[in-house]
T-cell receptor
């Protein structure tokens, strides 16, 4: 089976940096996804990590440690529009492109 | 632009009726599509895998006779919620993938809000 854990909620200040953690246990490993989802909308792709290390994409970066079953999403220079749910997801081994999602972390950015 | 399109975006139906939601892959063929359900403030939960030309594969706890899935062509999968009840009210999202699994090859539809009254 697969299990993905994330904090339920986080609050941060505009302009600051926030790190959203994700731990996972999966049977097999086929990479780890991060998605952003605003209320009432479909998820938007942010990152996909297969190898260990940090991948940076503008204000958003994602880190993976396969040995620790751990990933995080780092958001810099927070903006109000970054208030959303952030979902960690892992492909199901042998399931093609089927994803198992974590519970999602609701991020609230305040002034 | 969107590569996976869902219709309708929202629908309100009476309890006991059936509702059909369509998921179309645009500009690519998808032999497999996935249907997810999301209740308010919860994450996406996979309901079933829609297989073109064959029966869908349902996740544990999902009633196949209640959530009928048809994938008659390589670009269209439909989810029919039969005899809908208020507890079926939810956000339903489909996804499809193009090519081999990698970064940005999994596309989600815009989602469909179902409200059963």
């Amino acid at each position: 089976g697969q299990n993905i854990d994330q904090p339920t909620e986080m609050t941060a200040t505009e302009g600051a940096i926030v790190q959203i953690n994700c731990t996972y246990q999966t049977s097999g490993f086929n990479g780890l996804f991060w998605y952003q989802q605003h209320a009432g909308e479909a998820p938007t792709f942010l990152s996909y990590n297969v190898l260990d290390g940090l991948e940076e994409k503008g204000r958003f970066s994602s880190f993976l440690s396969r040995s620790k079953g751990y990933s995080y999403l780092l958001l810099k220079e927070l903006q109000m529009k970054d208030s959303a749910s952030y979902l960690c997801a892992a492909p199901v081994t042998g399931g093609g492109n089927k994803l198992t999602f974590g519970t999602g972390t609701q991020l609230k950015v305040e002034l | 632009g969107a590569v996976v399109s869902q219709h309708p975006s929202w629908v309100i139906c009476k309890s006991g009726t059936s509702v059909k939601i369509e998921c179309r892959s645009l500009d690519f063929q998808a032999t497999t599509m996935f249907w997810y359900r999301q209740f308010p403030k919860q994450s996406l939960m996979l309901m079933a895998t829609s297989n073109e030309g064959s029966k869908a594969t349902y996740e544990q706890g999902v009633e196949k006779d209640k959530f009928l899935i048809n994938h008659a062509s390589l670009t269209l999968s439909t989810l029919t919620v039969t005899s809908a009840h208020p507890e079926d009210s939810s956000f339903y999202i489909c996804s499809a993938a193009q090519g081999v699994l990698s970064g940005n090859t999994i596309y989600f539809g815009e989602g469909s809000w179902l409200t059963v009254v």
